[in-house]
């Protein structure tokens, strides 16, 4: 937790404390309504008022500084019970105050609750077209059914606790998010393409790094969205997932594998909740969205004859809409190219083919995967040998790791 953030911490406590003194009549001074400096500590590339940074600590409070909130189960000596004015909740496991939007409006008023201005702020700040909701930062969230919005708990992101903490922040792997990151030690010189593909890919890396620029620079914001959708298709083994893996070493962008097993479902409306899930936790994180064996869920519409025609078809037509709409990269790959639905290819910016590695090719590729102890005198002569067998990258890897068991159980020559 850096400086800034415990001085932050540090006024809110005051504040805090302040403003239940001068509720419960312990002090003259009305603090009115109150706001915090906006802070720089938190990278969110919006910069924050007063009032929101004030609300963003009141959410923190549970995880940076608990006890603090202690001052909220000050009881209403009146009526024997805590007062209503504070809002709150009490977790099933954590025995702390648990703020609510309604805590935040008593403390933006300095506890005047009849400042209706404050609260109208407030249900603004935490509504849906507020950034904080929008990119996921700070939510209003499990209100009972039918229960005011603002009786609903405060809740950060993960993102935001891991900047406090200092910590990575990854998303858990589960139902919610059926997706992992992945990574490769390669290098992006370890990737063996044929030319073509390499000019390709260089204008895909050149849109992520520049599209802000390219699209300003000739007033293209009207006619050309945000983001870039591509399809890797070819034979298994070709290099289509490493790829995708080494484009987050040119861009410093994570890349993220989605997991198709655990989004399409049965069930009606399943499949859509658990894409939407992704797309939004991904929209504003600049990540890389890669869904390996695409045709899965990409996969051809067909005339609709049942209930279960019209289901997989409504699953198409909102994965079209989301793809459209999502202003990160998506990078789709498939073995066949035909089982992809024909609307997707008018929503693609590219279609790379990855063709079975050519003599030259594979020859490169066996040179730069054979260890080279196991290359002796007679190394190139084996090169030359084995590069004209039609294999693939994937092929070439299963050889290397058999022949290393191999070796690895041969007995050690007597020295």
Known sequence: MNGTLKQQIDTFKHLLQATIANFIGQQETVPGPISIHGTESFHLGHA??????????LALM??????????FFIQNKDLDRPYTKF???????????????????????????DNTGIRQEVIRMLGEDHWFAKEKILQC????????????????SEEILAQVFGTKYEPEYTTLFPAKRITTPLEWDDLVLPY???????????????????????????IIKQGYRCLFYGPPGTGKTLTATLLRQ?????????????????????????????????????WILFFDEADA??????????????HANQEIAYLLQRIEDFPGIVILATNLKENIDEAFFRHFQSTLYFPMPDESLRYQLWKQMIPPVWLDHDGEELLHTIAPYALTGGNM??????????LHKQPTPPG
């Open 87 to 113: 809002g709150g909740w009490k977790g099933t496991t954590h025995n702390e105050f648990l703020p609510t939007g309604e805590t935040a409006v008593f403390l933006l008023s300095g506890g005047n609750l």
């Open 48 to 57: 924050l008022t007063g009032q929101e940074t004030l609300v963003l600590m």
């Open 62 to 71: 549970p995880h940076t500084d608990p006890r603090a909130l202690d001052l």
């Open 196 to 222: 073509y593909l390499h000019e390709e890919l260089d204008d895909i890396i050149c849109w992520i790094k520049e599209q802000g620029k390219i699209r300003e620079q000739w007033q293209l914001n009207k």
């Open 141 to 156: 969230t499990e209100q009972g059914e039918s229960e005011p919005f603002l009786s609903g708990r405060l809740r950060v």
């Open 297 to 310: 869920l990409f996969g051809q519409r067909t005339e609709t004859q049942s209930s279960n025609d019209r």
């Open 397 to 406: 890897v299963n050889i290397i790791q058999t022949c290393a068991i191999r």
């Open 250 to 286: 040119q861009n410093n962008r994570e890349v993220y594998r989605i997991d198709l097993s655990m989004i399409v479902s049965k069930y009606i409306g399943e499949t859509e909740k658990n894409l939407a899930g992704i797309f939004d936790q991904a929209a504003h994180r600049n």
